[in-house]
Protein backbone atom coordinates (compact mmCIF):
# COMPACT_ATOMS: atom_id res chain seq x y z
CA UNK A 1 0.00 0.00 0.00
CA UNK A 2 1.60 3.11 -1.13
CA UNK A 3 -1.05 5.49 -2.48
CA UNK A 4 -4.95 6.33 -1.53
CA UNK A 5 -7.44 9.28 -1.87
CA UNK A 6 -8.96 10.56 1.15
CA UNK A 7 -12.44 11.58 -0.22
CA UNK A 8 -14.02 14.68 2.17
CA UNK A 9 -17.31 15.28 2.45
CA UNK A 10 -17.04 19.59 2.30
CA UNK A 11 -20.69 19.98 3.45
CA UNK A 12 -19.23 18.13 6.89
CA UNK A 13 -16.87 20.04 9.17
CA UNK A 14 -16.03 16.75 10.73
CA UNK A 15 -15.17 15.34 7.51
CA UNK A 16 -12.64 17.95 7.22
CA UNK A 17 -11.19 18.08 10.28
CA UNK A 18 -11.22 13.91 10.40
CA UNK A 19 -8.85 14.07 6.98
CA UNK A 20 -6.27 15.93 8.73
CA UNK A 21 -5.49 13.16 11.55
CA UNK A 22 -5.69 9.98 8.41
CA UNK A 23 -3.84 11.92 6.74
CA UNK A 24 -1.21 12.46 9.16
CA UNK A 25 -1.39 8.64 9.99
CA UNK A 26 -1.61 7.81 7.23
CA UNK A 27 1.92 9.94 6.12
CA UNK A 28 3.38 8.21 9.33
CA UNK A 29 2.91 4.99 7.38
CA UNK A 30 4.43 5.94 4.53
CA UNK A 31 1.33 5.98 2.56
CA UNK A 32 0.94 9.29 0.03
CA UNK A 33 -3.07 10.67 0.36
CA UNK A 34 -4.36 13.06 -1.88
CA UNK A 35 -7.73 14.48 -0.64
CA UNK A 36 -10.89 14.97 -3.02
CA UNK A 37 -13.34 17.39 -2.23
CA UNK A 38 -17.03 15.60 -2.74
CA UNK A 39 -19.55 18.26 -2.36
CA UNK A 40 -18.23 20.80 -5.24
CA UNK A 41 -19.33 21.38 -8.45
CA UNK A 42 -16.97 19.53 -10.79
CA UNK A 43 -17.12 16.78 -7.66
CA UNK A 44 -17.99 14.19 -10.45
CA UNK A 45 -14.88 14.32 -12.33
CA UNK A 46 -12.34 14.73 -9.88
CA UNK A 47 -8.51 14.58 -10.86
CA UNK A 48 -7.15 11.69 -9.36
CA UNK A 49 -3.68 10.19 -9.48
CA UNK A 50 -3.62 6.79 -11.73
CA UNK A 51 -2.59 4.31 -9.42
CA UNK A 52 -4.18 4.48 -6.41
CA UNK A 53 -4.38 1.48 -3.54
CA UNK A 54 -6.93 2.62 -1.83
CA UNK A 55 -9.83 4.78 -0.86
CA UNK A 56 -11.06 6.41 2.75
CA UNK A 57 -14.64 7.97 2.13
CA UNK A 58 -15.69 10.18 4.95
CA UNK A 59 -19.16 11.35 5.21
CA UNK A 60 -22.48 9.37 5.03
CA UNK A 61 -23.27 6.57 3.36
CA UNK A 62 -24.03 9.53 0.01
CA UNK A 63 -20.56 9.95 0.59
CA UNK A 64 -19.80 6.40 0.03
CA UNK A 65 -21.73 6.36 -2.91
CA UNK A 66 -19.88 8.49 -4.57
CA UNK A 67 -16.83 7.38 -3.46
CA UNK A 68 -17.84 4.02 -4.95
CA UNK A 69 -18.72 5.50 -8.48
CA UNK A 70 -14.92 6.41 -8.84
CA UNK A 71 -13.04 3.55 -7.36
CA UNK A 72 -15.12 0.04 -8.78
CA UNK A 73 -13.91 0.36 -12.22
CA UNK A 74 -10.22 0.17 -11.02
CA UNK A 75 -11.43 -2.58 -7.96
CA UNK A 76 -9.87 0.10 -5.35
CA UNK A 77 -10.96 -0.73 -1.64
CA UNK A 78 -12.93 1.64 0.15
CA UNK A 79 -12.31 2.71 3.83
CA UNK A 80 -15.58 3.79 4.95
CA UNK A 81 -15.91 5.97 7.77
CA UNK A 82 -19.48 6.97 9.06
CA UNK A 83 -20.22 10.52 9.65
CA UNK A 84 -23.68 10.80 8.62
CA UNK A 85 -27.02 9.28 10.24
CA UNK A 86 -27.96 6.09 9.05
CA UNK A 87 -24.85 4.10 7.82
CA UNK A 88 -26.20 1.41 6.00
CA UNK A 89 -23.03 1.59 3.77
CA UNK A 90 -20.29 3.19 5.80
CA UNK A 91 -19.93 0.74 8.99
CA UNK A 92 -16.47 2.10 11.06
CA UNK A 93 -17.36 4.65 12.92
CA UNK A 94 -15.69 8.24 13.42
CA UNK A 95 -14.40 7.13 17.11
CA UNK A 96 -12.71 3.73 16.19
CA UNK A 97 -11.07 4.45 12.70
CA UNK A 98 -7.53 3.94 13.30
CA UNK A 99 -7.23 0.26 14.61
CA UNK A 100 -9.41 -0.97 11.69
CA UNK A 101 -7.27 1.24 9.60
CA UNK A 102 -4.21 -0.04 10.36
CA UNK A 103 -5.74 -4.09 10.19
CA UNK A 104 -6.59 -2.93 6.69
CA UNK A 105 -2.99 -2.09 5.85
CA UNK A 106 -1.55 -4.82 7.39
CA UNK A 107 -3.73 -7.09 5.35
CA UNK A 108 -5.84 -8.89 8.17
CA UNK A 109 -8.98 -6.35 7.26
CA UNK A 110 -10.41 -7.35 4.06
CA UNK A 111 -12.79 -5.69 1.84
CA UNK A 112 -16.27 -7.88 0.82
CA UNK A 113 -17.98 -7.17 -2.68
CA UNK A 114 -21.09 -5.41 -3.21
CA UNK A 115 -22.96 -5.63 -6.51
CA UNK A 116 -23.56 -2.27 -8.47
CA UNK A 117 -26.17 -1.90 -11.48
CA UNK A 118 -25.37 0.56 -14.60
CA UNK A 119 -27.30 1.61 -17.20
CA UNK A 120 -27.27 2.62 -20.37
CA UNK A 121 -29.54 5.37 -22.50
CA UNK A 122 -30.33 5.04 -26.09
CA UNK A 123 -31.66 7.80 -28.08
CA UNK A 124 -32.18 7.31 -31.64
CA UNK A 125 -30.70 3.80 -31.25
CA UNK A 126 -27.94 5.31 -30.51
CA UNK A 127 -26.12 5.37 -26.82
CA UNK A 128 -26.04 8.25 -25.55
CA UNK A 129 -25.41 8.27 -21.74
CA UNK A 130 -23.95 5.41 -19.42
CA UNK A 131 -23.16 5.31 -15.92
CA UNK A 132 -23.00 3.23 -12.55
CA UNK A 133 -24.38 3.09 -9.17
CA UNK A 134 -24.41 1.21 -6.13
CA UNK A 135 -27.34 2.37 -4.69
CA UNK A 136 -29.85 2.89 -7.55
CA UNK A 137 -31.44 4.51 -10.60
CA UNK A 138 -34.81 6.84 -10.69
CA UNK A 139 -36.95 7.71 -13.34
CA UNK A 140 -39.18 10.51 -12.67
CA UNK A 141 -40.83 13.46 -13.21
CA UNK A 142 -38.80 16.69 -12.92
CA UNK A 143 -41.80 18.35 -10.42
CA UNK A 144 -43.68 17.02 -7.28
CA UNK A 145 -46.82 15.02 -7.76
CA UNK A 146 -46.56 14.50 -11.44
CA UNK A 147 -47.15 11.13 -13.57
CA UNK A 148 -44.63 9.63 -15.41
CA UNK A 149 -45.47 6.84 -18.18
CA UNK A 150 -43.04 3.78 -18.65
CA UNK A 151 -43.58 0.83 -21.11
CA UNK A 152 -41.09 -1.65 -19.02
CA UNK A 153 -39.57 -4.93 -19.93
CA UNK A 154 -37.43 -7.35 -18.60
CA UNK A 155 -35.64 -10.23 -20.52
CA UNK A 156 -38.08 -8.94 -23.42
CA UNK A 157 -40.88 -10.01 -21.01
CA UNK A 158 -43.37 -6.98 -21.04
CA UNK A 159 -44.42 -6.06 -17.79
CA UNK A 160 -46.85 -3.48 -19.38
CA UNK A 161 -46.82 0.36 -19.09
CA UNK A 162 -46.40 1.74 -15.27
CA UNK A 163 -47.95 5.11 -14.49
CA UNK A 164 -46.13 6.67 -11.49
CA UNK A 165 -44.80 9.29 -10.17
CA UNK A 166 -41.46 7.07 -11.01
CA UNK A 167 -39.82 3.98 -10.96
CA UNK A 168 -36.79 3.34 -8.93
CA UNK A 169 -34.26 -0.07 -9.91
CA UNK A 170 -31.88 -0.70 -6.70
CA UNK A 171 -29.48 -2.77 -5.83
CA UNK A 172 -29.96 -5.16 -2.55
CA UNK A 173 -27.61 -2.30 -1.23
CA UNK A 174 -30.07 0.49 -2.62
CA UNK A 175 -33.02 -1.58 -0.63
CA UNK A 176 -32.94 0.45 2.63
CA UNK A 177 -32.56 3.52 0.51
CA UNK A 178 -35.00 5.29 -1.71
CA UNK A 179 -36.45 1.79 -2.73
CA UNK A 180 -37.39 1.26 1.13
CA UNK A 181 -39.47 5.09 1.55
CA UNK A 182 -41.10 3.92 -1.23
CA UNK A 183 -42.63 0.61 -0.09
CA UNK A 184 -39.74 -1.58 -1.56
CA UNK A 185 -38.85 -5.10 -0.04
CA UNK A 186 -35.40 -4.37 2.22
CA UNK A 187 -32.44 -6.81 0.46
CA UNK A 188 -29.99 -8.32 2.59
CA UNK A 189 -26.85 -6.68 1.04
CA UNK A 190 -25.04 -10.18 0.34
CA UNK A 191 -27.73 -11.47 -2.36
CA UNK A 192 -27.53 -10.67 -5.85
CA UNK A 193 -30.85 -8.61 -7.16
CA UNK A 194 -32.54 -6.02 -8.80
CA UNK A 195 -35.71 -4.51 -7.19
CA UNK A 196 -38.12 -2.99 -9.33
CA UNK A 197 -40.05 -0.24 -7.01
CA UNK A 198 -42.88 1.91 -8.18
CA UNK A 199 -43.06 5.35 -6.54
CA UNK A 200 -46.92 6.30 -6.04
CA UNK A 201 -48.14 3.85 -8.83
CA UNK A 202 -51.15 5.26 -10.23
CA UNK A 203 -52.65 1.73 -10.27
CA UNK A 204 -52.28 -0.58 -6.82
CA UNK A 205 -51.96 -3.66 -8.62
CA UNK A 206 -48.12 -2.49 -9.47
CA UNK A 207 -46.34 -3.76 -6.87
CA UNK A 208 -42.44 -3.90 -5.83
CA UNK A 209 -40.75 -6.77 -7.83
CA UNK A 210 -37.11 -8.49 -7.00
CA UNK A 211 -35.66 -9.57 -9.83
CA UNK A 212 -32.64 -11.98 -10.24
CA UNK A 213 -29.19 -10.34 -11.25
CA UNK A 214 -29.20 -12.12 -14.41
CA UNK A 215 -32.29 -9.74 -15.40
CA UNK A 216 -31.75 -7.14 -18.04
CA UNK A 217 -34.66 -4.37 -17.39
CA UNK A 218 -35.39 -2.13 -20.73
CA UNK A 219 -37.59 0.59 -19.58
CA UNK A 220 -38.87 3.07 -22.55
CA UNK A 221 -40.01 6.66 -21.88
CA UNK A 222 -43.72 7.53 -23.10
CA UNK A 223 -45.37 10.82 -23.57
CA UNK A 224 -46.12 12.18 -20.19
CA UNK A 225 -48.82 15.39 -19.35
CA UNK A 226 -47.36 18.70 -18.18
CA UNK A 227 -43.99 17.01 -17.42
CA UNK A 228 -40.22 16.19 -17.88
CA UNK A 229 -38.99 13.04 -17.25
CA UNK A 230 -35.34 12.38 -15.34
CA UNK A 231 -32.62 9.65 -14.88
CA UNK A 232 -31.15 9.95 -11.70
CA UNK A 233 -27.89 8.11 -10.47
CA UNK A 234 -27.69 7.41 -6.68
CA UNK A 235 -29.58 10.26 -6.00
CA UNK A 236 -26.36 12.36 -7.16
CA UNK A 237 -25.83 11.95 -10.73
CA UNK A 238 -29.21 13.55 -13.64
CA UNK A 239 -29.96 13.33 -16.64
CA UNK A 240 -33.18 14.24 -18.88
CA UNK A 241 -34.66 12.01 -20.81
CA UNK A 242 -36.74 12.50 -24.10
CA UNK A 243 -39.81 10.66 -25.28
CA UNK A 244 -38.97 7.35 -26.95
CA UNK A 245 -35.57 7.07 -24.68
CA UNK A 246 -34.63 3.52 -23.93
CA UNK A 247 -33.10 2.78 -20.90
CA UNK A 248 -31.13 -0.92 -20.24
CA UNK A 249 -30.67 -1.24 -16.18
CA UNK A 250 -29.00 -4.72 -15.40
CA UNK A 251 -25.91 -5.66 -12.79
CA UNK A 252 -22.60 -4.18 -13.21
CA UNK A 253 -19.44 -6.35 -14.53
CA UNK A 254 -17.79 -3.83 -11.72
CA UNK A 255 -18.40 -4.14 -7.81
CA UNK A 256 -17.69 -2.09 -4.63
CA UNK A 257 -15.35 -3.22 -2.49
CA UNK A 258 -16.24 -2.14 0.97
CA UNK A 259 -14.79 -2.57 4.39
CA UNK A 260 -16.68 -2.54 7.38
CA UNK A 261 -19.78 -3.57 5.70
CA UNK A 262 -20.70 -7.14 6.75
CA UNK A 263 -23.81 -8.66 8.04
CA UNK A 264 -23.28 -7.94 11.69
CA UNK A 265 -23.15 -4.11 10.60
CA UNK A 266 -26.15 -4.34 8.29
CA UNK A 267 -28.43 -5.43 10.56
CA UNK A 268 -27.60 -3.72 13.40
CA UNK A 269 -28.17 -0.48 11.59
CA UNK A 270 -31.49 -2.59 10.96
CA UNK A 271 -32.01 -3.01 14.24
CA UNK A 272 -31.45 0.57 15.34
CA UNK A 273 -33.00 2.45 12.68
CA UNK A 274 -36.05 0.67 12.52
CA UNK A 275 -36.57 -0.02 16.29
CA UNK A 276 -37.20 -3.84 15.75
CA UNK A 277 -38.77 -5.30 18.97
CA UNK A 278 -39.36 -1.69 20.44
CA UNK A 279 -36.01 -0.23 20.59
CA UNK A 280 -32.18 -1.73 18.82
CA UNK A 281 -31.45 -3.73 21.29
CA UNK A 282 -34.43 -4.74 22.71
Known amino acids: MNTCIIVVNTYNEESLMLSKKIFS ?4 TGIQATIINYGEEDAEHPNIPENIDFAVSLGGDGTVLYTARLCAKKAIPIF ?3 LGEFGFIAGIQKNDWEKPLQAFLDGSFLPLKRSMVEVMLFRNQECVFSEIALNDFVISASGAARI ?3 EIEANEV ?3 VFKADGIIVSTATGSTAYSAAAGGPIVDPALDALILSPVCA ?3 SNRPLVLPATASLSIRVLSSRDTDVML ?3 GQVSMKLAVDDVLVIKKAEVSAHLLG ?4 VFYSALRTKLHWSGGPRA
Open 80 to 82: PVN
Open 202 to 204: FSL
Open 158 to 160: PFG
Open 232 to 234: TCD
Open 148 to 150: VQL
Open 25 to 28: FLQK
Open 261 to 264: CDAN
